[in-house]
């Protein structure tokens, strides 16, 4: 009887919930890593990094999701900077992505 009873009991325990991973928040990020401007885009990119890990405790995770940044260089050249935000919006789908230049697209761009 004790042994029906466990049984029984076993089946109502609570189970765990096992939830699919999410998928990673995506950051785009345009700066001009080369040419004239390239101290100024490589500040950018070191600023935006230490923010996200401060603002993250060092985890570079929000919400139990990790965060991915991948950046373009521009090279200084508004053409450049324009057909790699293009690409930025074609190639995949972006939580947000952001650049320097608000005449080339709108900032911050979100999905």
């Not at 490589?42 to 991948?70: N, S």
């Not at 972006?94 to 650049?99: H, P």
Request: aromatic share 10%; hydrophobic share 40%.
């Amino acid at each position: 009887m004790v042994l029906a009873l466990m049984v029984a009991l076993a089946g109502c325990a609570p189970r765990a919930v096992v939830t699919p991973p999410q998928p990673p928040i995506r950051i785009g990020a345009l700066a001009s890593l080369s040419g004239a401007l390239q101290d100024y885009g490589q500040q950018m990119r070191r600023g935006f990094e230490l923010g996200l890990k401060y603002a993250t405790d060092g985890t570079m995770e929000v919400a139990g999701r990790k965060i991915e940044v991948i950046w373009e260089d521009t090279t200084t050249v508004p053409d450049v900077a324009r057909e790699r935000a293009k690409n930025f919006s074609n190639k995949t789908r972006w939580t947000f992505w952001s650049d320097r230049h608000p005449r080339l697209m709108p900032w911050p761009y979100c999905r």
